[in-house]
């Protein structure tokens, strides 16, 4: 094992607890995280992830987040319960199908103008929300590198699983780049960012559109409170555009969106001890026009009832009832200027791809007057 001083203590604000009272917490036997170590790796110095919140933290917030979501109406679940490793490996393969535009136009898009980006923000340190596979992140890595002698790369997940293993690919692709791994849900307060002489955040994959005003203002204005002036933040952004295109994007002909979406009963089923089955539960993606934004939900196919153990509650669907896991809202130039203007952050660029269907935008933290 290697000392904590391996560690380069540049990286990051704050370092509240020694690694192996992190590892603690992750090897008492509960299921809400994976079985990948935390900590700075055996083998490798460059490499190390950290764990905020512990296990019992993380399933005590699941367990209150199923209560509400289910004993409200219209019944909701939140999105971040699919991404267990079953899940984030769905989700990557998502990505691979042909009516999931949006992974395929916005990795063209990166390779065009990732150059620039990195060439205008020059950055020391690329932090990464909700990363992921980190597969669009190596087009930014690859341009980093060329600029940086020693490059940082904090990749921020839920998921532990997927981080763990991206993190340790990239270790191998990228020999001189530092891996930071944070395994955190961003919802409950973003984690402390590495310091650094210049910071780029990337939040790619159009992410941001699963969150509902005010709560997509609230996300971007804590990392413009954790970041200095000249600091900048790169957003991916899926753009309104015909509604047979965005529905087929979530309702493949494989059925794989479909699988992810009742992903999260099986979540549920495993951490809470609930009875869910997922069969009596249909996929349904439909584009809400009027609120610009794709919904994902479950139906239940038949009156029944679901027992939840862990809550001590027993959930009742009548047919045709609905869960909404999740929205994912399409965007324009002048709604994604407005929410960056007001968080913090001035739009620089914009570069749309060639159809117009996908859009990053490059926010610059406003130097103080
Ligand atoms: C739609 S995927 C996008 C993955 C990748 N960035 C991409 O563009 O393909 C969303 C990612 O964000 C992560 N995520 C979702 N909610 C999160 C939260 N509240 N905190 C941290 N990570 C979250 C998921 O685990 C998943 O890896």
């Known amino acids: 094992m290697l000392q904590n001083n391996h560690v380069p203590d540049d990286v990051f604000e704050c370092r509240t607890r020694h690694p192996r009272e992190r590892r603690r917490d992750v090897d008492d036997g509960e299921r809400m995280t994976s079985a990948s170590p935390i900590g700075p790796s055996a083998v490798d110095p460059l490499l190390h992830i950290e764990q905020h919140g512990t296990p019992h933290v993380l399933r005590d917030r699941l367990a209150s987040d199923v209560r509400r979501g289910l004993t409200a109406r219209p019944k909701r679940l939140p999105p971040k319960y699919f991404y267990d490793d079953r899940g984030s490996e769905l989700f990557d393969a998502i990505c691979d199908l042909p009516e999931y535009y949006l992974t395929r136009t916005e990795h063209a898009l990166l390779r065009r ?144 969106t479909a699988e992810f979406n009742r992903n999260i009963l099986r979540v549920i089923n495993r951490e809470l001890g609930a009875d869910f089955d997922p069969d009596r539960f249909e996929h349904v993606a439909f584009y809400n026009a009027e609120a610009a934004q794709v919904e994902m939900h479950l139906r239940a196919r038949e009156a029944h009832a679901v027992s939840i153990p862990a809550l001590d509650l027993v959930v009742s669907f009548e047919a045709g009832e609905t869960i909404h896991t999740e929205c994912s809202r399409k965007f324009t130039r002048d709604v994604v200027e407005t929410l960056l203007a007001s968080s913090g952050f001035r739009l620089e660029r914009w570069d749309e791809s060639p159809d117009a269907a996908f859009a990053l935008a490059l926010g610059r933290v406003e130097t103080a007057a």
């Open 113 to 256: 103008v990732a150059p620039a980006i990195i060439a205008a923000v020059e950055p020391s340190h690329l932090i990464e929300l909700g990363s992921g596979a980190s597969r669009k992140t190596r087009v930014l890595l690859d341009a980093l590198q060329r600029s940086q002698p020693r490059p940082v790369y904090v990749p921020i997940d839920v998921s532990g699983g997927m981080l763990q293993q991206s993190a340790t690919a990239l270790r191998a692709a990228y020999p001189r780049l530092r891996v930071y791994g944070l395994v955190a849900d961003f919802e409950e307060g973003l984690p402390p960012l590495p310091v650094g002489r210049r910071r780029l955040v990337a939040y790619l994959g159009s992410s941001i559109g699963n969150f509902e005003p005010p709560a997509d203002q609230r996300l971007l204005r804590a990392i413009a409170s954790r970041l200095q002036p000249g600091d900048a933040l790169l957003l991916g952004v899926d753009l309104v555009k015909a509604t047979a295109t965005l529905e087929a994007a979530y309702d493949d002909a494989a059925g794989l």
